[in-house]
């Protein structure tokens, strides 16, 4: 048995190795995080990007993450907002069950997952095949997490943009991540925002992931008159509130490849296009040599789907989206404050009895 099984078997002795060993790396996260955060990568899209230049050096190429034992529940502010809706301390996100922050369209549960820890999840997709694992914990469902998510803007200061910029389409390009870069191939793409969509709006944005301000793709948006703007850094605690706002100030979201905000802009009542173009991305996995075994018939036959449900003709809402929606982002189940909290205390207890000692 490994040093690292051994110190995973201790949540307490865990998290604090993780934090002693990353002592150096956590300041110098939390600092850069910390000013950052301060930067509204919305209006002052340039300057978020300068403060990119400043990321602290990733720890034998791991993720840019918190080193801690719920390194998993800093990324994009979701379990944050979580915490705060329930009334809950942030300093001690220890006890709150990890957060899968992405949709998964896998027919498999995945390799990434802490089979000791319980999870929560938003839509119930994954249900039968977690608990048909014994290895697997608890398991919760709480509905799309831009729920809980306050707003960044207040509602007069997104009625001034939109005074300014007037109906507004919002793009998601595919992005890419600090393991490599996307290589996009959008030429299909691109005339069928340029020559058609566009003339139906007054403003186009795209909302460009932290990793991506300088690539080729967003430079040529910039090029097309595309406004670009960001939610923020991966882990800073206001990027859902960005994202939040983003989307409600948009008339129409369009995404050429899946991306967990699909089920936030549909929950918002927002116009969802979803345009899955075959040449559109390589392959971002191929290029770092993980399995192509994730990517099976469940992801292809749900992006099928979803470019059959949220085809620019569809209506915008509809009980076939509903049910799609209600499956991944769960729609039928978002929790009251106090169900929140009885989440949080229950995984508390389990976490003193099961991983404590």
């Not at 909302?207 to 991506?212: A, G, K, T, Y």
Request: hydrophobic content about 35%; aromatic content about 16%.
């Amino acid at each position: 048995m490994g040093i690292k099984t051994l110190l995973d078997r201790n949540i307490y002795i865990s998290d604090f190795s993780r934090k002693v060993g990353c002592r150096k790396y956590n300041s110098e996260m939390l600092k850069f995080v910390s000013d950052i955060s301060q930067i509204d990568s919305i209006s002052n899209y340039d300057e978020f990007t300068k403060a990119l230049n400043h990321i602290p050096k990733q720890i034998n190429g791991t993720s840019y993450t918190i080193k801690r034992a719920f390194s998993e529940n800093c990324m994009y502010g979701y379990a944050s907002e979580l915490m705060n809706y329930a009334g809950l301390n942030n300093k001690n996100m220890l006890y709150l069950p990890i957060l899968e922050h992405g949709i998964n369209f896998s027919n498999e549960i995945g390799y990434g997952y802490k089979t000791r820890m319980s999870y929560i999840f938003q839509g119930r997709s994954k249900q039968k095949i977690w608990e048909a694992n014994k290895k697997l914990k608890q398991a919760y469902y709480v509905g799309p997490y831009i729920h809980y998510s306050r707003d960044f803007y207040e509602e007069k200061i997104i009625n001034d943009i939109l005074k300014e910029d007037g109906k507004i389409l919002l793009i998601y390009p595919p992005h890419s991540t600090e393991y490599g870069a996307t290589e996009l191939y959008l030429d299909s793409f691109n005339q069928y925002v340029f020559s058609h969509l566009a003339k139906q709006y007054d403003s186009i944005y795209a909302c460009i992931f932290w990793s991506d301000v300088n690539t080729p793709y967003t430079k040529w948006l910039i090029s097309q008159g595309v406004k670009p703007v960001s939610a923020g850094f991966k882990i800073d605690p206001l990027f859902v509130r960005r994202m939040k706002s983003l989307l409600k100030m948009s008339a129409t979201v369009l995404f050429p490849s899946f991306c967990t905000a699909i089920g936030y802009a549909y929950y918002l009542n927002k116009h969802v296009i979803y345009v899955d173009y075959e040449d559109c991305v390589k392959d971002i996995y191929s290029q770092n040599n993980v399995s192509m075994k994730i990517y099976d018939d469940g992801i292809a036959r749900n992006k099928k789907r979803l470019s059959q449900l949220f085809a620019e003709d569809q209506a915008l809402k509809t009980k076939e989206k509903d049910e799609f929606v209600n499956l991944y982002w769960g729609l039928s189940d978002i929790k009251t404050q106090s169900e929140i909290e009885d989440i949080y205390y229950k995984n508390k207890k389990a976490i003193k009895h099961r991983l404590g000692f």
